[in-house]
Each structure stands twice: as C-alpha cells, then as structure tokens.
C-alpha cells in the first residue's frame, strides 16, 4: 500500500510539472497578440490623446497658446557663431521648408503613435502624467518670462502645418514644449524596453535640436532646458507614482507585436497543431491513470 502511495504522489507532481510548462507549439501560438478589446478606461484615454491633439491645432489656427510682445533683449552665441549657416537656410526657403516638412512629420507621427499605443496597451498613467506634469509647468512660466523671438529667423520664416510644432513668431518659448514632449515619448519607450522605437526618436531628437540652433527656432537655453525638464519631470512622476501605487503598478509594460503572419493558413495549422497536441497529452494522462490505477 505504501509503495502504491508513493507512486501516485510521484505520478501526480510530475503531472502538475508537465502542466505547468506549455507546449512548444502553444508558445509558438501565444507570440500573436489580440488586438485590445475597447473598455471605458482604454475609451477615455483615446478621448484625451484626440482632445489633447485637438487643442493643438486650434492653437495653430487661432494662435491662443503663443503670446506677442514688443521686446529687444538677448543674445545667443550659438546662434552668433552659426550666422552663415542660418542665413544659408533663410535664403535658400525652398530647401528649408522641405527639412522643416519631414522633421515635422516625423515628430508628429512618433509622438501619435506613442499616444496611442500607450492608450491600447499602457498599464500606468506614467506617460500622461509627466506630460501634463511638464505642460502645466510651462504654462506657469510663460506669465512669468517673455523674451523675444530670435531675429532673421529662417525656422519661422515659412508656416507648416504641424501638430506638436510651432512655426509661428512667439515671444514665449521657455522652456521648449515640444522637445519636452518628444523626450517623454522617449524615455516611455525605454521603459517598456523598445529599444529600436527609443534610439530612432532620440536620433530624430538631435537632428531636430540641430536645425532649432542653425534656424534660430529657439534659444540654446531653450533647447537643452526643455530635454533636461523633461527627463526630469518624467523621472520626477515615476517616482511619485512609485510612492503613490508600488513598484508593481510600474512593472506593467507595453508589449505590442509588430510582427504581421504572411501565410494566414499556416497560423491555423499551428493553431490546429496545439489543439491535436493538447487533447493527445490529456489523453496519455488519463491511459497513465488508469495504469497506475490497476497496478
């Protein structure tokens, strides 16, 4: 009876083991991640990425968010030394307009996609939170700093459509909102260890700082305050949030497959496969119960 015993104790943990570890052909099946079901939480996120979107381009239109006023004050050495190079851009528009187009577009696109993504597949509120964190900060010190716009600017001197950058002539742009905003998206990415998606937005970040100094967009102090600000206030919201939920409420990350199966047919084949290969194993299982229960 003991030996009997000990064989169904040795028979049932090497089942539970055998559970626990999934088949080769399950794993293959479970890389295809399921589009997201929409739920009330995902639905108000994409509320406030659109509403955030929106303001932003009535601002472009209206020009409410940019503040005008009659000041001569300043002086960049940055933009002193790159003379040449700004009046090279300011003379040739044509040239200009086309590097501000795709600079534009690129920047745009990156930070959509994050808000996006971020509203399907986002387990924290680390993202908006540092966003908004960031913005409203600004917002505080444009009552309370105005400066002119740099003189001869080849950056301002041609309007584009953009979302998230600004073309127009502003006596506020301390600190710079938009290379906040991109640092952000960035470090997001870093956390949720994409790293293709983090060293593509930080090199379309130094070209997009380069082109700010060679056309005057901003101010050097502008520049580098708006990248060190937004790493700041996104480290800053990490750990408040941290404080606030616990280290597991940051753990979450953004797993999203960018692999798309080129033979739909051969992904039911797999899928197919598992089934066969599930109900075969049930039933070795139920063969080496009965086994053991006649011995």
């Not at 079901?37 to 639905?43: G, H, M, S, Y």
């Not at 940051?250 to 080129?262: D, F």
Request: include cysteine; charge should be negative; proline fraction near 2%.
């Amino acid at each position: 009876m003991k030996m009997e015993d000990n064989k169904e104790e040795q028979f049932s943990s090497e089942n539970q083991v055998q559970e626990k570890q999934p088949s080769q052909c399950n794993q293959k099946i479970n890389r295809y991640i399921p589009f997201p079901t929409l739920t009330i939480e995902k639905i108000i996120k994409l509320i406030i990425c659109v509403g955030g979107t929106a303001f932003m381009i009535v601002a472009f239109f209206t020009g409410i968010a940019y503040s005008r006023h009659d000041i001569n004050c300043m002086q960049d050495m940055p933009h002193y030394y790159t003379e040449k190079v700004n009046k090279y851009f300011y003379e040739h528009e044509k040239f200009a307009l086309a590097l501000k187009f795709i600079l534009s577009f690129l920047i745009d696109i990156f930070i959509i996609y994050t808000l996006i993504v971020w509203s399907l597949f986002g387990t924290n509120v680390r993202l908006i939170s540092s966003g908004c964190t960031y913005f409203v900060v600004n917002l505080l010190i444009r009552f309370l700093h105005i400066q002119i716009q740099p003189k001869e600017s080849a950056f301002t001197q041609s309007h584009i459509f953009s979302f998230f950058v600004n073309y127009q002539v502003s006596t506020y742009s301390f600190f710079s909102v938009t290379l906040g905003i991109f640092a952000i998206c960035a470090l997001e990415w870093r956390r949720n260890n994409v790293g293709y998606m983090f060293w593509t937005m930080f090199g379309i970040l130094i070209v997009y700082i380069m082109i700010l100094i060679f056309m005057r967009g901003n101010y050097t102090h502008e520049i580098f305050t708006g990248c060190i600000f937004g790493h700041y206030f996104f480290m800053m919201n990490e750990k408040v949030l941290e404080l606030i939920f616990g280290k597991e409420y940051l753990t979450g990350e953004i797993k999203v497959n960018l692999e798309i199966p080129m033979d739909i047919n051969r992904q039911k084949e797999d899928e197919k496969k598992g089934q066969e290969l599930n109900v075969k194993e049930s039933q070795d299982y139920d063969t080496g119960d009965e086994d053991n229960d006649k011995n």
